[in-house]
């Protein structure tokens, strides 16, 4: 009878229980071609099938105003990411990163703060790295803190 309990303890020690303070099932990063094996031309009905060992909720919001369709990208029950068609639903138009877990190619992430010695453009949209300028960067103001992370092909 305690055998069981102890395995069972085991592999909850062992593997969590998909929390998202863990490790994903692969690094997932975003970058000027999109996050991970979603790019920009990969059709809204498509990314499912793009990234395995994530769910996926769509959400909709159809108005004459929004017809866009948003769908979130998650890890057991938290969002990680939030993917936003264009006014056709049929294209990506913007993945909002929304949690710490998916980075840059330079390992920063939301909660980070980006490296002091490559240098960045701002404007009103937010900054970027030269060489990446469809990865955008909303950054707290005293202490260039990321506070979100958008993909947008331009």
């Known amino acids: 009878m305690l055998r069981p309990f102890i395995a069972v303890c085991l ?6 229980c998909q929390s998202p303070e863990r490790n994903l099932p692969y690094p997932l990063t975003v970058t000027e071609d999109g996050l ?11 990314i499912q099938s793009k990234l395995s060992g994530f769910s996926f909720e769509k959400l909709s919001q159809i108005t004459p105003e929004h017809p866009e369709i948003i769908v979130q990208l998650k890890r057991g029950s938290n969002v990680l990411a939030q993917i936003v068609s264009d006014r056709s639903g049929k294209k990506i138009s913007a993945i909002v990163i929304v949690s ?11 909660t980070g703060q980006l490296r002091s010695n490559i240098p960045l453009t701002c404007d009103e949209n937010g900054c970027f790295y030269t060489d990446e300028p469809s990865v955008r960067y909303r950054l707290d103001p005293s202490d260039k803190t ?7 092909k331009l």
Do not use: S
């Not at 592999?11 to 969590?16: A, I, S, T």
């Open 11 to 16: 592999l909850f020690f062992m593997y969590g």
């Open 36 to 46: 991970g094996a979603i790019h920009a031309d990969t059709p809204m009905d498509l």
């Open 100 to 110: 710490p877990l998916i980075t840059n190619r330079h390992n920063e992430g939301i």
């Open 146 to 152: 990321i506070r979100e992370i958008t993909y947008q």
